[in-house]
Each structure stands twice: as structure tokens, then as C-alpha cells.
């Protein structure tokens, strides 16, 4: 039977350069100066520089993984952590520079902000460009800024909780984070209030040999609910970008949030984001995620379910094609009784690409009567790729119930048969087959995400049958 | 005392999560290996022969690491080759006792089983109650083509006693290899085991069990490589843990490129009988070859209430109801054992660890 072609996801939206102008590059390379050099230009109160420098100390002590992908490709001296666009921070689409308004325009974000969102934050490079929220929300006191303001603005909160749910000693590239942070949102839902209508932060990397380090921090206090969707993209270049964001989650009491990731960065970018999520008593915290980028991912979101009743919940999905090792898991550490996780990923590997789910479920002796679920399903399109598998599991009280199941294996011959015995080509066939394999993680998106994960899977079937 | 670094998975994830590897403290490991005769062997057929050997010149692909392998390859007390030649499936037993002069064993054991060959092989290691003693073993088997094995390893050694296994397969074309482990002894129990399918259509079943009990800590690190098409593994592993047992399990099945149409499934179930024992498990599935099957599951948790309660309604007390819950669980895997002395020793050992 010949192979069916199935292509690559069409990148020519996300491939669209413009110049690299900005106001402000910062020199390459990582050393105290260039720290306070960034903090002085974004005019931070001292304790935030002092973190930085802190972080910077953390970030030079702390090894490289001694696991997972290769990323010895990394130099830090050919990276410049800062990049300011020609931009301020702007409300309103018709303040933006043309060349960055179009780029957001072809992306869809005016678009899906005025059809489906409560509230949208774009970032371009190091800073927000633009962010604005429904009227009705402010009035229920829910904010919604870009990190900078944030700390300006509200440093009470920030100082209780920016990087106290991810310490930067939690990895070395935390600790870079924590050093050249620049850019993310900050959300903080009041009690009980409920945001029916999802907000939406997007974030563009333009500039080459550049890095992203975006800081989101949302706040969901009791009772109160959120829907967050995060999208990322960057068009390719020669030499290697750094994305090394870091997204702290605070689920309070009875709360609930999703939080949904589309990221489609170029493949020559190494995506070494952390995201973390302590969810409280009763609260539920869902990680929506499709993985299609990157050259290299290192993505593992985690969440802590500290408050008795808490509830967590991955679908997650990755594509990896040529050139690609992507290395996405999940993590849930269960700390009181009664909690649950439930954990769904699938990947789909081709063309020489990698895809490898690796994952932590620990349920700690005070979890009683906890439950986790694992499943994992792999599928291999031809037989240059590679797909691995590699759970941990930790359970340490006899009243926990936990099981994990994973398969491996290629789109099955039966069903192609039994398919095309309905009068369906091969082609179609294994196209459906494989849409059907990622529909149980695009049902969880929105719909307009639904469809762009779609197309995103780009399914071109070729050759003779036989 | 320095830590020992021992039991390598073949491939790495986070430091964190602690499975790397297995890092222990207070071990000693004898430097000068005494003599150990307490050794008593069963043979029903002259056609399997079993000889003493100085050669244990072999490589291993994995091994506990190289303080244990190169102490058994150049200072083990007790080298023996196994040579199959039977037709027939009959039975070797190998029965090593330890006592007060036989207290460390560092043993090598060459199993040759001959093209079309049939037997079954039984490992014991035994001991009596109160001494610490010391296994440092390998097992090395090379099923040729077309041979039918079953490998039988049994732990019954003291809670007090440090036991260190590396067993490493080669299957040729059509070789079918059955091991089965029994895991109940020693304070610590350290295994480590690799099969490499190399013959088209070989096949090996992997069964183990392990009891805990005390502060006893077993890391069993199963890995096995698919190289031959239509090749086929199956690892089941069932456990009970009670009072601060440990048990770390890493499975690895790993299909190479070209194993087309091979398959492996894997699953490795934990009965948590104390809230202080702790269970980990690292299931890994890494594939290279499209046309595939893999399969893993893992579970770990309590006994079903719902059968403890069924079986306490019938009479049973609470004690008598979990060994028949154990018993239950295990007889999967002790059903496999066709030798019915060992499979009641078995028995009676799961009801005096649970007593």
C-alpha cells in the first residue's frame, strides 16, 4: 500500500516577517549589566531589579537538564533577551504601528475579539502592544494588564505571588526567566465572579536571534471563574530563538479556570516554557494544550492540588514533523484527600520528527482516597519518526486509586479497510482516521481554535493506492 | 558511608522524580569472596547438563552497573554453564542456601539452550532467618533458534540481606523464553533484567512478583529491545507492598528500527496494603518502527473494599481476607509454574509475610 503523504502544517500565515525594527535591542548575552540595562528601561522598582539579579545568580548555578531533548545549540551570547518594539502599549487596533497591527490582523486576533472574546492582550517581541477588556468586566473589578503595569500598578499582589508558585530555583531556565521577564499578562478575577466570555493573549516573536520571556500571573479567587487562551507564533529563521515564558496559576477556593494553548512557534525555536497552577479546596483547574511547533519543546504544565477536593484535567495534544522533537508531558503533584486528575494525550509523529510524552503523577500520603488517570495514545505516520513514552508514576498512600494506560502504533490497516469497504478513499480514509485520533483534544478548544487546529493538521493525501 | 549509584534506566527523565536510577547507602559489598558450597542441584535429564566454568567472559547490555558486573566477572565464587540440549520440557533446579559459612554468593550462571531445545530452569536463593547476607548474581541466557525456555528465579532470602541480579537474554529466530520472578526477599532487592529479540519471531514472556513487607525497598528495572520482526514481549508484574516497603518498577519496551510487526505490552499492577508504603513506576514505551503495537498499563492503589468485604462476610478475618486478595492477584503468574513443591514454598511464603 503506498504511503499516504500527510503534510506538514501550513505555516504561511505564522512565517510573515517584518523588518526587524524596534526602539530598543538589547546587547546579546547574559551578564548583570545587561539585566539592570532591561530593568532600567523598564523603569522597575528596585526590589523587581534586585530579583532579577537574584534570578541571574540561581540561572548560573544551576545545571543544563541532563535529560530529554538536545539543546546544546543554546548559547545565551547569541541571544538577545529584550527587544522593544517601536510601540506603547495601546487600547485601541488603530494605534498600533501598521506593519504589527497586519501581522495581528492576518493572525485573526481583531477578529476573534470582536466575535468571541472578553478581552485580548498581544504581545510583539518583549512588550505588550496591545490590551483591552469588555466594559461590563472592569465594572465587576476584574483586571486585565500586561505584567509591566501589573507591577507597577497592583504590587501588593504581584509581590505575594510573581514566581512564589514557580520559584526560580525550580530549573535553570526559570531562573533566565526570572532574570529577563519582560512582557505577559496579569488576570485577577474578583470573588465569584464568573467570566463566561474567554480572554485571549497572543504572542509574537518577530526579531531574530531574539527571545521571548513572557510572565503571565492569573488569579482566580474563590468561587470566581475564567476561561484564558494563550497563542504564540514567530515566523523561522536561520539561527535559533529562545522562548522561555513562565505561567503562574493561582486557583483559589471553589474557583475554576481553563487554560487553553495553541502554540505554533517556528522550528527554529527552542520552547523551554514553565507553567504551574496551585488549585485550592473544591477548585478545578483544566489545561487545554496543542503542541505543533518549535524545533525543540520542553513543556510540561503541572498543577498542585493542594485544596481538598481539587480536581485537574490535560488534554493535550503534539505534532511533531521534520525536524522536531517535541517533549510535552504533564505533572500533578495530589496534596490533600479527595482530589482527582484526569489525564488525556495523544501525539502523532512524521517525517523524522519526535515526539516523547513525559510526566509525573504523585499522590502524596496526606492525597486520601485520591484518584489519577492516565492515558496516552501514540501514533506513527512512517517509520523514520520516533515516539516515546515516559510516565512516572508515584503513589504513596493505599487509599489512592490510580492507573495509567499508554498506547503506541501506526493508523490501524483494519480500519482503512473498513473504511474504504464504504466506498471512502484510502486517502480519505486515513485522513478521518487521524482527524478522529486529535478530535477528542479539538472538541475541548473553542471553536474558532477547533477549526484552526484543523487546518492546522493539513491533510494532503497523495500517491496511488496498492 | 557513600552512596552507590546502581540500575540505570536506558533513558532519562527529570532528576526529581528520583527514577533514574537507585542510589543506596550502607551497602556492603564484600572484597574478599569466601567459598560458597551450600549448593544443591536437581537434574531430571542427563540432557540438560549443568558444570562448574571459569569462564564467564559474556557481555551484558545493561547490568546493575559496573561495580556488580565486574565483581561477578572476575571474582565470583560460584560460575556454572547450564547447556540444553532436551527435547523434552524437563527440569533444573538450583537450589544455593545460605547460612553462617555461606554467607555471600557471587554467582554466574550461563544458560545454553540449544537449537529446538526445551527445559525449564529453577534459581532459588534461600536463607535462613537472621544474618545479613550478601547475592551479587548473573544469569546470562542464550536461546538459540527455535528453543523453548522457561527461566524460574526465586528470592527468598532474608529481610536482612542485600540481593543484586542482572539477568540478560539473547533470542535467536523462533526462541520462546519464559522467565518468571519471584521477588520476596532481602532488604534490599535490586534487579535488573534485559532480553534482546533479536531472532524474527522470538518471543519472551516476563513475569515477576514482588512482596514487601518492613523496610524492605525492590527496584526492578525490566527493559526489553524488539530488533526482530514479528517479535513479542509481555511483562506482567504484580506486587503487594505493607508496612514502609518501596518498590520502584521501570519497564522499558523499546521497539527498534525494523521490528515490523512486532508487539509488546506491558503491565505492572501494586496492591498498597499500609499507608506508609510507596509505590512508583515508570512504564516506558519507546518506538523507532511504524508498524507496531505497544501497549503499557500500570495501576496502583488499595484492596477492592468491596471484595474484602465479600470474603469477611463469608467467615474470614481481616488478615485471612487480604492473603486471599494477594493470593488472588498473584495466581495469574504462579499458575505459570508448573512444579508444584516450589509453587506451594511460594504460597506459604506469601502467607508468612503477610502473617
Same mark, same amino acid.
Given at each position: 500500500?503506498?504511503?499516504?503523504?500527510?503534510e506538514?502544517?501550513?505555516?504561511?500565515?505564522?512565517d510573515?516577517?517584518?523588518?526587524?525594527? &524596534?526602539?530598543?535591542?538589547?546587547?546579546?548575552?547574559?551578564?548583570?549589566?545587561?539585566?539592570?540595562?532591561?530593568?532600567?528601561?523598564?523603569?522597575?522598582?528596585?526590589?523587581?531589579?534586585?530579583?532579577?539579579?537574584?534570578?541571574?545568580?540561581? &540561572?548560573?548555578?544551576?545545571?543544563?537538564?541532563?535529560?530529554?531533548?538536545?539543546?546544546? !545549540?543554546?548559547n545565551?551570547?547569541?541571544?538577545?533577551?529584550?527587544?522593544?518594539?517601536?510601540?506603547?502599549?495601546?487600547?485601541?487596533?488603530?494605534?498600533?504601528?501598521?506593519?504589527?497591527?497586519?501581522?495581528?490582523?492576518?493572525?485573526?486576533?481583531?477578529?476573534?475579539?470582536?466575535?468571541?472574546?472578553?478581552?485580548?492582550g498581544?504581545?510583539?517581541d518583549?512588550?505588550?502592544?496591545?490590551?483591552?477588556?469588555?466594559?461590563?468586566?472592569?465594572?465587576?473589578?476584574?483586571? &486585565?494588564?500586561?505584567m !509591566?503595569?501589573?507591577?507597577k500598578?497592583?504590587?501588593?499582589?504581584v509581590?505575594?505571588?510573581?514566581?512564589?508558585?514557580?520559584?526560580?530555583?525550580?530549573?535553570?531556565?526559570?531562573?533566565?526567566?526570572?532574570?529577563?521577564?519582560?512582557?505577559?499578562?496579569?488576570v485577577?478575577?474578583?470573588?465569584?465572579?464568573?467570566?463566561?466570555?474567554?480572554?485571549?493573549s497572543?504572542?509574537?516573536?518577530?526579531?531574530?536571534?531574539?527571545?521571548?520571556f513572557?510572565?503571565?500571573?492569573?488569579?482566580?479567587?474563590?468561587?470566581?471563574?475564567?476561561?484564558?487562551?494563550?497563542?504564540?507564533?514567530?515566523?523561522? &529563521?536561520?539561527?535559533?530563538?529562545?522562548?522561555?515564558?513562565?505561567?503562574?496559576?493561582?486557583?483559589k477556593?471553589?474557583?475554576?479556570?481553563?487554560y487553553?494553548t495553541i502554540?505554533n512557534?517556528?522550528?527554529?525555536?527552542?520552547?523551554?516554557?514553565?507553567?504551574?497552577?496551585?488549585?485550592?479546596?473544591?477548585?478545578?483547574?483544566?489545561?487545554?494544550?496543542?503542541?505543533?511547533?518549535?524545533?525543540?519543546?520542553?513543556?510540561?504544565?503541572?498543577?498542585?492540588?493542594?485544596?481538598?477536593?481539587?480536581?485537574?484535567?490535560?488534554?493535550?495534544?503534539?505534532?511533531a514533523?521534520?525536524?522536531?522533537?517535541?517533549?510535552?508531558?504533564?505533572?500533578?503533584?495530589h496534596?490533600?484527600?479527595?482530589?482527582?486528575?484526569?489525564?488525556?494525550?495523544?501525539?502523532?509523529?512524521?517525517?523524522?520528527?519526535?515526539c516523547t510524552?513525559?510526566?509525573?503523577?504523585?499522590i502524596?500520603?496526606?492525597?486520601?482516597?485520591?484518584?489519577?488517570?492516565v492515558?496516552?495514545?501514540?501514533?506513527?505516520?512512517?517509520?523514520?519518526?520516533?515516539?516515546?513514552?515516559i510516565?512516572?508514576?508515584?503513589?504513596?498512600?493505599?487509599?489512592?486509586?490510580?492507573?495509567?494506560?499508554?498506547?503506541?502504533g501506526?493508523?490501524?490497516?483494519?480500519?482503512?479497510?473498513?473504511?474504504?469497504?464504504?466506498?471512502?478513499?484510502?486517502?480519505?480514509?486515513?485522513a478521518?482516521i487521524?482527524?478522529?485520533?486529535?478530535?477528542?483534544?479539538?472538541?475541548?478548544l473553542?471553536?474558532?481554535?477547533?477549526?484552526?487546529?484543523?487546518?492546522?493538521i493539513?491533510?494532503?493525501?497523495?500517491?496511488?493506492?496498492g | 558511608?557513600?552512596?552507590?549509584?546502581?540500575?540505570?534506566?536506558?533513558?532519562?527523565? +527529570?532528576r526529581?522524580?528520583n527514577?533514574?536510577?537507585?542510589?543506596l547507602?550502607?551497602?556492603?559489598?564484600?572484597?574478599?569472596?569466601?567459598?560458597?558450597?551450600?549448593i544443591?542441584?536437581?537434574?531430571?535429564?542427563?540432557?540438560?547438563?549443568?558444570?562448574?566454568t571459569?569462564?564467564?567472559?559474556?557481555?551484558?547490555?545493561?547490568?546493575?552497573?559496573?561495580?556488580?558486573?565486574?565483581?561477578?566477572?572476575?571474582n565470583?565464587?560460584?560460575?556454572?554453564?547450564?547447556?540444553?540440549?532436551? *527435547?523434552?520440557?524437563?527440569?533444573l533446579?538450583?537450589?544455593?542456601?545460605?547460612?553462617?559459612?555461606?554467607?555471600?554468593?557471587?554467582?554466574s550462571?550461563?544458560?545454553?539452550?540449544?537449537?529446538?531445545?526445551?527445559?525449564?530452569?529453577?534459581?532459588?536463593?534461600?536463607?535462613?532467618?537472621?544474618?545479613?547476607?550478601?547475592?551479587?548474581?548473573?544469569?546470562?541466557?542464550?536461546?538459540?533458534?527455535?528453543?523453548?525456555?522457561?527461566?524460574?528465579?526465586?528470592?527468598?532470602?532474608? +529481610?536482612?540481606?542485600?540481593?543484586?541480579?542482572?539477568?540478560?537474554?539473547?533470542?535467536?529466530?523462533?526462541?520462546?523464553?519464559?522467565?518468571t520472578?519471584?521477588?520476596?526477599?532481602?532488604?534490599?532487592?535490586?534487579?535488573n533484567?534485559?532480553?534482546?529479540?533479536?531472532?524474527?519471531?522470538?518471543?519472551?514472556?516476563?513475569?515477576?512478583?514482588?512482596?514487601?513487607?518492613?523496610?524492605q525497598?525492590? %527496584?526492578?528495572?525490566?527493559?526489553?529491545?524488539?530488533?526482530?520482526?514479528?517479535?513479542?514481549?509481555?511483562?506482567?508484574?504484580?506486587?503487594?507492598?505493607?508496612?514502609?516497603?518501596? *518498590?520502584?518498577? *521501570?519497564?522499558?519496551? %523499546?521497539?527498534?528500527?525494523?521490528?515490523?510487526?512486532?508487539?509488546?505490552?506491558?503491565?505492572?499492577s501494586?496492591?498498597?496494603?499500609? %499507608?506508609?508504603?510507596? +509505590?512508583?513506576?515508570?512504564?516506558?514505551?519507546?518506538c523507532?518502527?511504524? %508498524?507496531?503495537?505497544?501497549n503499557?498499563?500500570?495501576?496502583?492503589?488499595?484492596?477492592?473494599?468491596?471484595?474484602?468485604?465479600?470474603i469477611?462476610s463469608?467467615?474470614?478475618?481481616?488478615?485471612?481476607?487480604?492473603?486471599?486478595?494477594?493470593?488472588a492477584?498473584?495466581n *495469574?503468574?504462579?499458575?505459570n509454574?508448573?512444579?508444584?513443591?516450589?509453587?506451594?514454598?511460594?504460597?506459604?511464603?506469601?502467607?508468612?509475610?503477610?502473617?
Amino acid at each position: 500500500m503506498a504511503k499516504t503523504k500527510i503534510e506538514d502544517i501550513n505555516r504561511n500565515i505564522y512565517d510573515i516577517k517584518n523588518e526587524d525594527e &524596534y526602539e530598543f535591542k538589547i546587547e546579546k548575552g547574559l551578564t548583570p549589566d545587561i539585566i539592570k540595562e532591561i530593568s532600567k528601561q523598564k523603569n522597575e522598582p528596585d526590589w523587581m531589579r534586585d530579583f532579577r539579579l537574584k534570578a541571574l545568580e540561581i &540561572y548560573n548555578k544551576l545545571e543544563l537538564p541532563t535529560w530529554g531533548p538536545d539543546i546544546s !545549540e543554546l548559547n545565551m551570547n547569541d541571544i538577545a533577551t529584550y527587544v522593544k518594539p517601536k510601540s506603547k502599549l495601546n487600547s485601541s487596533w488603530d494605534d498600533v504601528p501598521e506593519d504589527i497591527k497586519n501581522t495581528f490582523d492576518k493572525l485573526g486576533i481583531p477578529e476573534a475579539e470582536k466575535e468571541s472574546l472578553a478581552g485580548v492582550g498581544a504581545q510583539y517581541d518583549s512588550e505588550v502592544v496591545y490590551h483591552s477588556m469588555k466594559e461590563e468586566l472592569i465594572k465587576q473589578g476584574v483586571i &486585565y494588564t500586561d505584567m !509591566e503595569t501589573a507591577v507597577k500598578k497592583y504590587p501588593g499582589i504581584v509581590k505575594e505571588h510573581f514566581m512564589k508558585c514557580v520559584p526560580i530555583y525550580d530549573h535553570k531556565f526559570v531562573a533566565l526567566h526570572g532574570a529577563v521577564w519582560s512582557g505577559g499578562s496579569f488576570v485577577y478575577v474578583p470573588e465569584g465572579v464568573k467570566v463566561d466570555i474567554p480572554l485571549q493573549s497572543y504572542f509574537r516573536l518577530n526579531s531574530p536571534e531574539a527571545g521571548q520571556f513572557e510572565h503571565t500571573l492569573i488569579i482566580v479567587n474563590e468561587g470566581a471563574s475564567l476561561h484564558f487562551i494563550e497563542g504564540c507564533s514567530a515566523p523561522k &529563521y536561520n539561527k535559533v530563538n529562545l522562548h522561555a515564558g513562565c505561567v503562574e496559576l493561582y486557583v483559589k477556593d471553589n474557583a475554576h479556570l481553563r487554560y487553553s494553548t495553541i502554540e505554533n512557534w517556528s522550528k527554529n525555536m527552542l520552547n523551554l516554557n514553565t507553567k504551574k497552577a496551585l488549585v485550592g479546596k473544591n477548585a478545578s483547574m483544566e489545561w487545554v494544550s496543542g503542541s505543533f511547533g518549535s524545533k525543540v519543546s520542553m513543556l510540561y504544565p503541572m498543577s498542585i492540588l493542594n485544596g481538598e477536593g481539587a480536581k485537574t484535567e490535560f488534554t493535550g495534544i503534539s505534532f511533531a514533523g521534520k525536524g522536531q522533537n517535541l517533549d510535552n508531558g504533564f505533572k500533578v503533584v495530589h496534596n490533600a484527600p479527595n482530589t482527582s486528575s484526569v489525564v488525556n494525550s495523544k501525539s502523532i509523529s512524521k517525517d523524522g520528527g519526535k515526539c516523547t510524552y513525559r510526566a509525573l503523577t504523585r499522590i502524596n500520603k496526606q492525597a486520601k482516597k485520591s484518584k489519577g488517570m492516565v492515558s496516552c495514545e501514540s501514533l506513527m505516520l512512517d517509520d523514520i519518526s520516533i515516539s516515546d513514552t515516559i510516565p512516572v508514576n508515584d503513589v504513596r498512600t493505599e487509599t489512592a486509586e490510580f492507573s495509567h494506560e499508554a498506547k503506541i502504533g501506526k493508523i490501524s490497516d483494519k480500519a482503512i479497510f473498513y473504511l474504504m469497504s464504504r466506498g471512502m478513499s484510502e486517502e480519505d480514509a486515513k485522513a478521518m482516521i487521524v482527524r478522529g485520533f486529535a478530535y477528542p483534544i479539538s472538541k475541548e478548544l473553542p471553536v474558532e481554535y477547533a477549526v484552526e487546529m484543523n487546518n492546522l493538521i493539513n491533510l494532503e493525501l497523495e500517491g496511488a493506492i496498492g | 558511608m557513600e552512596k552507590i549509584k546502581l540500575n540505570e534506566t536506558p533513558v532519562r527523565t +527529570s532528576r526529581n522524580f528520583n527514577m533514574n536510577n537507585i542510589k543506596l547507602e550502607n551497602i556492603k559489598i564484600p572484597k574478599v569472596i569466601k567459598t560458597f558450597d551450600n549448593i544443591s542441584i536437581n537434574n531430571e535429564t542427563s540432557k540438560i547438563q549443568i558444570e562448574k566454568t571459569s569462564n564467564n567472559n559474556y557481555d551484558l547490555t545493561y547490568g546493575l552497573g559496573n561495580i556488580f558486573t565486574n565483581q561477578v566477572k572476575n571474582n565470583s565464587n560460584q560460575s556454572l554453564k547450564v547447556q540444553v540440549d532436551s *527435547k523434552t520440557n524437563k527440569e533444573l533446579q538450583i537450589d544455593f542456601k545460605f547460612d553462617s559459612n555461606n554467607s555471600n554468593l557471587v554467582d554466574s550462571i550461563i544458560i545454553n539452550a540449544n537449537e529446538s531445545s526445551k527445559g525449564t530452569i529453577i534459581i532459588k536463593y534461600l536463607s535462613d532467618e537472621n544474618k545479613e547476607y550478601y547475592h551479587n548474581g548473573i544469569i546470562k541466557l542464550f536461546a538459540k533458534k527455535n528453543s523453548n525456555i522457561n527461566v524460574i528465579v526465586v528470592n527468598l532470602l532474608n +529481610s536482612n540481606s542485600n540481593n543484586f541480579v542482572s539477568i540478560d537474554n539473547e533470542l535467536c529466530e523462533n526462541a520462546n523464553v519464559n522467565y518468571t520472578i519471584i521477588d520476596f526477599g532481602g532488604k534490599n532487592s535490586i534487579s535488573n533484567y534485559y532480553s534482546n529479540l533479536k531472532g524474527e519471531h522470538s518471543s519472551n514472556s516476563l513475569n515477576s512478583i514482588y512482596l514487601g513487607k518492613e523496610n524492605q525497598l525492590f %527496584d526492578l528495572n525490566y527493559i526489553a529491545e524488539l530488533r526482530g520482526i514479528k517479535t513479542n514481549i509481555d511483562i506482567e508484574v504484580q506486587g503487594a507492598l505493607t508496612d514502609k516497603a518501596i *518498590k520502584h518498577f *521501570k519497564g522499558t519496551i %523499546d521497539f527498534k528500527k525494523g521490528a515490523k510487526k512486532a508487539k509488546g505490552n506491558e503491565n505492572e499492577s501494586c496492591m498498597l496494603l499500609s %499507608d506508609n508504603a510507596k +509505590s512508583l513506576a515508570l512504564p516506558m514505551l519507546l518506538c523507532s518502527e511504524e %508498524d507496531v503495537e505497544g501497549n503499557h498499563s500500570s495501576s496502583s492503589g488499595k484492596t477492592g473494599e468491596k471484595e474484602l468485604f465479600y470474603i469477611m462476610s463469608r467467615g474470614f478475618d481481616i488478615k485471612e481476607a487480604m492473603k486471599l486478595m494477594v493470593r488472588a492477584k498473584f495466581n *495469574k503468574i504462579l499458575e505459570n509454574i508448573k512444579n508444584e513443591d516450589l509453587k506451594n514454598q511460594i504460597i506459604n511464603e506469601i502467607d508468612k509475610k503477610l502473617d
